[in-house]
Every structure is written in C-alpha cells, then in structure tokens.
C-alpha cells in the first residue's frame, strides 16, 4: 500500500518560448546586416513568426510526424486510384504556408534588397515546426524563381505562347497568400541511377505531339512532395529520325491532375520507407503518357534546371541551421530543470562548454547562410558587384555541404544531451536527428557539391576570375580589420593572433585552389583533397565573416567567438604529402576501398592453414 500511494518523480519536459526573441545569435546578426529603420518594420513580424512555431506550427508538425501519409493504390471496386492520404496537420502546414507567406514573402518586394535575407529569416523559424512542409515549400519556391527567370524579356521570346500562359498562372499560385489558390512544386530529377549526376542518369523519354507538347515516358525512381499540384522535370526528347540516338535531358512543365482531379498518366508505384521525413510523401512514379510543356530550349535542361537548384540549396542550408537552433534551444531549457551530480545540469561546466560548442557551429553556419542570403537578395535586384555575384556562386555549393555536415554533428550532440529521453520517440527528440541526415543527401552529396564547388570556381577563359573575386573580398575585409583603429583589436593579442592564422589559412587555400584550376594535372591529383579544400574554404569564410562582425560590433563576445572559431577549427593547410602523391593515392585506394592484398594473414599462418580455408578450386 506504500508503495502504491508513493508519489513517483516525473521530469519537466522543455517548454520554448517565442524563438525570435530567444536567439541572441540571430539577433546579433540581424542588427549588423539590416539598416535600422528596415529592421524596426521587420520585427513585427518576425515576432509573430517566432511565436506561432512554438504553438500553432508546433502543433501540426508533431501531428505530420505521428500520422505518416499512406498510399491507397486501389478503391473497394478494384478501380486504380493511386491516391495519397496525409493528415490534418499536412493540409494545415499547407494553408499556414501561403497564409503566411513562407514563399510569397521572397517575390512581394517590400524590403527591396533585403527581402530575401529576411525571407529565409522567416524560414528559419519557421522549419522546425513545418512538420517537413519546407521540403515541398523549397521545390515552390525554386519553381517560382525558375518561372519568373524564364518570363524575363530577354528569355521570354523564346517560349511558346502557351506555355507563357501557363507559366504565368503557375507562377501566381505559387506566390499566392490565398490557401483556396496556393500551389506547391514537385521537382522530379532521381531515376533509377541516381539523382546526382542527371545529364547522364536520366532516362526518362519525351515524345513530341504538337508545338510545344509532349508525353513523358519513364520511372521517377525518388519524388518529394508528391502530393504537389505541378513539377519540373527532365527527360530526353526522341528524335524521330533516329529513336536510338541519345540526346541530352530537355526541362518540361507538368501538372499532376486534370480539371476532373485525375493524375495526369502517372502511376504512383509506392511511398518510400525512409530513416527520416516520413511526414513528407515521398514516391516512386512511373510516367505512361504524361503530358507535359517543354520550357527549355532542346538538350538544355540541366542548365535550366541551375536556377531550381540554388534556391533549394539555400532552403537546405536555412534548414540545416534552423534543426541546430531547435535542439539547442530544447537542450537549453532541459538543462534548467534537470539534475545531474546535486545540481542543475545548466550550472555543470562540462555541459556548458559542450553546449558552447555547439551553438559556436550554429552561429559560423548562420553567418555564411545569412551572408549568402543577403547576396542572393541584391542579385535578384541589380544591386550586386561583379564580385559579390562571383561569390554568390561559389557560395551556394559550399553553405549547403558544410551546414549539412555541422547539423548532423550538433543535432546528434543535442540529442545525447537528453540522455534516455533524447532516444524516446514520444519526446519529439529523434525526429530531429532522423529527419537532418537528409541535409548531406538531398539537392547533392557532400561529393557532388565538392566537384560543383570547384565547377562553379572555373568560368569561361579565365579559369581564375572567380577565384580573384574571392581573394579580392578577402584582402579587403581583412585589411580593414588589420588595420582598424578598434580597441579591442589593437589591445587583444589573441584576436590578433588569430587574424594571422586565418590570414597564413587563407594563403594555404588560395595557393591549393590556384594550381587546381590553372593545372588539370593538378585537378585529378588532388581530387580525394576535394572534401579538405571545400570545408576548409567554408571554415575560412566564415573565420573571416566572424571577425568583421566583431570588429563592427566592438563587443568583446563577438571578438572572442571569432577567435574560438579561428583556434578552435582546423582551416586549412596545404595539401603537400609526406609520401609521393602517386604512393599515397595508391595506399588509400587499397584502404578506401578495401582492394589491397587479403591473404595476409593467412601467409603468416602458413599455406596449409590458408589452403583449408580458400581450397584450390577445381577444374
């Protein structure tokens, strides 16, 4: 009876509060890279974003994550239906998405150069409460921004009429506020293949009907978002006077339902069963007849498909940071009501470092995505140098591999920090790290963004002007903070050591980079270097971005949070082998791949023993 009247202890869940005004990270930030009177309009508004994602958006995402979309092929009658059931929660992340302007914020204008960066402000916020409707919400809006490319004067005298008017009512729902008229993108590149290199994956095929219609046969192997209302999509045209010749992949336009609601002859095979984002409908498609626009020109539809592709890395690398803010903020909060050792775990030195280490990757992650941001807003409005849009470019591989990376580091960091709790599923911890292990894979794998890192670096016939527009950038930040009259710069021996370090970094970085593009030797020496170049690229960077935010602030934070992330990292080092290059690309081969000699083992043991176990087959 004792035993059963006892009161049994239970742990305080975490609870968030407005994530707007608890990120002295992202305030910090804000502060520094938008003009005051921008800013003080914004807030309003980012105060409302930050409130609904710990209690509106909250809702439906842990709905979205309990209640995975299911497939029904076929009705009672035997009748093909192929359709797709998502819960509540799904179709309200839909509605709360246009109602809020998750997209149509980017395309309305108000902050002119600034509206994209306060855009993916928005984003950040929002993501972790989207019930992973960010990952449809990415296709949209790299689906708009396609559009409205292709509909520019220069570009639009090239598309049939037809689809003109079909991309401009695209365009409007999908930048609509209005939840009856909001549409969301799909964005079908995966085939059987692969997804990464599609200019030779695809196999999908287009034949042509008239004008600027075709019908698209083929396996859409890996389809996000599904349930959308359109898609982008490749395939390769037929030539009628040689079926069998192999022509590069076109880009077509494709609604997925008729007025009647039927799907337009796609067949929807199975949902995937994924490690994470199970909220998201994900599929695999077979395309018998879908009619489809072509809008790019013939064979160009890898091209065309660039401009999708740098708006849903950038969504990507919001995300990523937008996962490790959220387990932070959790693991924070945690910390205050737990005991560890006779005292709160928020008091534990150990807990602190580890919890100071993390939210140093958040903030180096922040301000290479929010720098980024920024660029891609005075792009879209004609306010850009020649060399912040060199860098724009560079950029947009490097900020999505190297976030994705961070995240995964930090998320699962944050996760152990719960102890038996972070691993129980009721407690909304282990989504966050099942559904981060998509940020390395979707839009490109770490390799593939290191090669197009080095794709976007060489342009034209001066394989270097891109590279120059870097070191410009770089000479010019770091001088002015070398030679700042700052007194926390001239009295800080340590910030001034670091600036050295990062400066001798940035030497090693450039020298590797130079030989790479200006020697194709070189390229193919150093390429299992890749990784080490790209992050190290990313760690300079931000090193640099960090330390002129501090020397803009003048506070003794931000200065000492760049010099943990200058001594705290390793930047980069050149690529110079102890070994011969040949002998060492040999030996990692053997090791990597496991190809070196297996009999070993069974040598120092002795033939006989090594012939009872492999015996000599006979002929």
């Given at each position: ?97 246009a109602r809020d302007g998750i997209v149509a914020f980017g395309y309305e204008g108000q ?141 077509f336009f494709v609604k997925l339902r008729d007025k009647e609601g039927n799907l337009n ?213 770091s001088a002015n903070i070398v030679d700042s009259d700052s007194d926390e710069f001239l ?129």
């Amino acid at each position: 009876k004792k035993m059963q009247g006892r009161k049994l202890y239970a742990q305080q869940p975490p609870q968030l509060k407005n994530q707007f005004i608890e990120d002295t990270g992202l305030l910090d930030y804000l502060s520094v890279m938008i003009p005051k009177e921008v800013l003080e309009k914004a807030i309003p508004d980012l105060h409302d974003i930050g409130d609904k994602t710990v209690k509106e958006y909250l809702n439906y995402a842990i709905d979205c994550e309990r209640n995975p979309p299911k497939l029904e092929n076929f009705d009672a009658w035997g009748n093909r239906v192929d359709t797709i059931h998502t819960t509540w929660g799904w179709k309200k992340e839909k509605e709360i998405a246009a109602r809020d302007g998750i997209v149509a914020f980017g395309y309305e204008g108000q902050y002119g150069e600034y509206n994209r960066l306060l855009q993916f402000v928005r984003l950040y916020l929002y993501g972790p409460s989207s019930g992973l409707f960010s990952c449809p919400l990415a296709m949209t809006d790299g689906a708009a921004f396609l559009i409205k490319n292709l509909l520019k004067k220069e570009n639009v005298s090239s598309l049939d009429p037809k689809v003109k008017t079909k991309l401009e009512e695209a365009f409007q729902n999908l930048t609509s506020r209005d939840p009856s008229r909001f549409w969301t993108s799909g964005q079908w590149m995966t085939e059987r293949k692969g997804g990464s290199d599609v200019s030779r994956s695809t196999e999908t095929i287009a034949v042509h009907v008239s004008g600027p219609v075709y019908k698209l046969y083929g396996d859409k192997w890996f389809t996000s978002a599904t349930d959308s209302d359109m898609t982008f999509t490749l395939a390769r045209i037929v030539d009628p006077n040689d079926p069998k010749k192999i022509n590069a992949p076109s880009l077509f336009f494709v609604k997925l339902r008729d007025k009647e609601g039927n799907l337009n002859g796609i067949s929807i095979l199975k949902l995937k069963d994924k490690l994470g984002t199970r909220q998201l409908p994900t599929a695999e498609l077979v395309l018998d007849g879908t009619v489809a626009h072509l809008v790019s020109a013939p064979e160009k539809g890898v091209r065309s498909i660039a401009d999708m592709l740098t708006v849903t890395r950038i969504y990507n690398s919001v995300i990523a940071c937008s996962a490790m803010r959220r387990i932070i903020a959790l693991g924070r909060e945690f910390n205050k009501k737990r005991m560890v050792f006779g005292k709160l775990a928020s008091e534990n030195k150990l807990q602190i470092s580890v919890f100071f280490d993390m939210e140093l990757s958040l903030r180096g992650s922040m301000i290479l995505v929010m720098f980024t941001t920024s660029l891609f807003g005075k792009i879209e409005t004609g306010t850009a140098s020649k060399v912040e849009s060199d860098i724009f470019r560079i950029l947009t591989p490097i900020i999505k591999l190297f976030t994705a990376k961070e995240t995964m580091k930090v998320v699962s960091e944050g996760v152990e920090s719960f102890g038996a709790q972070g691993y129980i599923e009721s407690s909304n911890i282990p989504v966050i790290l099942r559904d981060a292990q998509v940020l390395p894979i979707w839009e490109g794998t770490t390799n593939v963004l290191c090669n197009d890192f080095i794709r976007a670096l060489i342009t034209g016939s001066n394989p270097t002007e891109r590279l120059e527009s870097f070191a410009a950038f770089f000479r010019k930040v770091s001088a002015n903070i070398v030679d700042s009259d700052s007194d926390e710069f001239l009295r800080n021996q340590d910030f001034k050591m670091a600036m050295t370090k990062l400066v001798l970094s940035y030497n090693n970085l450039y020298a590797d980079l130079h030989e790479i593009l200006t020697n194709p030797k070189a390229l193919m020496a150093k390429e299992s270097l890749l990784r080490k170049i790209s992050f190290g690229f990313a760690r300079v960077f931000i090193g640099l971005l960090l330390c002129q935010h501090a020397l803009k602030t003048g506070r003794s934070n931000d200065v000492f949070i760049g010099i943990r992330w200058i001594n705290g990292n390793e930047l980069y080092t050149r690529s110079e082998e102890a070994m011969p290059l040949a002998k060492n690309q040999q030996l990692q081969n053997e090791i990597g791949m496991d190809v070196g000699d297996k009999t070993r083992l069974f040598r120092v043991l002795g033939e006989d023993y090594y012939k009872q176990l492999v015996p000599t087959p006979k002929l």
